[in-house]
């Protein structure tokens, strides 16, 4: 289990991610939290590409969090990610927004790096 917390401005944003079987579940949720979008993300071992998909409920528009952040970790981790996203702050401003969207990268960061030592850690213990 990872989690990590950040405050933006008037917001305080959680990232949290769970390891289910070989693949990850992440929810970055802040404010008023809800499912306002999720995404996959694939890694093809043949092509050495991720991508992603989203579906984003209506009037929600956390689309992009959820489909970067799921492309993001299944890139670095070869794995299926499934990626939550649902961030709700009233009158919210366009620079907290560009905030918010950087910190989730920087937080999405923050895991792949502690994905990466465990899985060193793991390799040395075989």
């Known amino acids: 289990m990872f989690k990590i917390t950040r405050r933006i401005s008037r917001i305080e944003i959680t990232l949290e991610a769970k390891k289910i079987g070989e693949d990850y579940l992440l ?16 890694f093809d071992e043949k092509s050495q590409r991720a ?3 989203v579906v984003t409920l209506p009037g929600h528009r956390e689309e992009q969090l959820a489909l970067q952040g799921a492309r993001q970790v299944s890139r670095a981790t070869k794995k299926t990610t ?9 009158n919210i401003s366009p620079e907290e927004i560009r905030d918010i969207v950087s910190a989730s990268r920087e937080m999405a960061e923050s895991f792949i790096a502690f994905y990466e030592n465990i899985d060193q850690l793991a390799g040395r213990n075989e």
Do not use: K, N, P, Y
């Open 51 to 53: 991508s992603s998909s």
């Open 27 to 42: 929810t970055l949720t802040g404010g008023r939290e809800h499912v306002g979008a999720v995404a996959i993300g694939l």
């Open 82 to 90: 499934v990626f939550v996203a649902g961030i709700h702050q009233d």
